[in-house]
């Protein structure tokens, strides 16, 4: 298992903050690994999906949504199995955001594990910005984004070669 952390501190309320992170079907616009997502059941606050990663790599998760509190997403199949967490704590008229995962990895991306994590960590500190920059008002601006290749792109690029 690899731990992976980032977190930022949101000039908004923890109204606001949990607006944006609870609206699951969003996740793409902050999270760039994610392509689509396919909702399979949902149950109070317990959602099972299908998320696509750079169009090609599903994976099954187990999203709880713990309101104003934190979002709990097990990856339960695919090529990440583990947790994130997006944690949310109220801190004088600002809202502390933090994001913890606990990922493994499979098939060929075990053998990318360490670009992964590296590839994870960066779109993790991204999410976390895009979510403040909406939480702030300031959605336009948004980060510039450099061209790679993602880490799926290099797992399927590894498969097609062989």
Known sequence: MVEMKASIEINASLDEVWNIVSNLDSEPRYWKGITSIRNISTDNNI?????????TNKCLQTVTLYPKERVHTAWTKGLITGTKEVILRPHDNATYLETVMNYKYSGMAGLLS????????HEANI???LIKDQAEGLADKGPIMEERKMWADLINEDESNK
């Open 114 to 121: 360490g670009k992964i994590t590296k590839d994870l960590l």
């Open 127 to 129: 999410a976390v910005e």
């Open 47 to 55: 959602i099972k999906r299908e998320v696509t990663l750079n169009k």
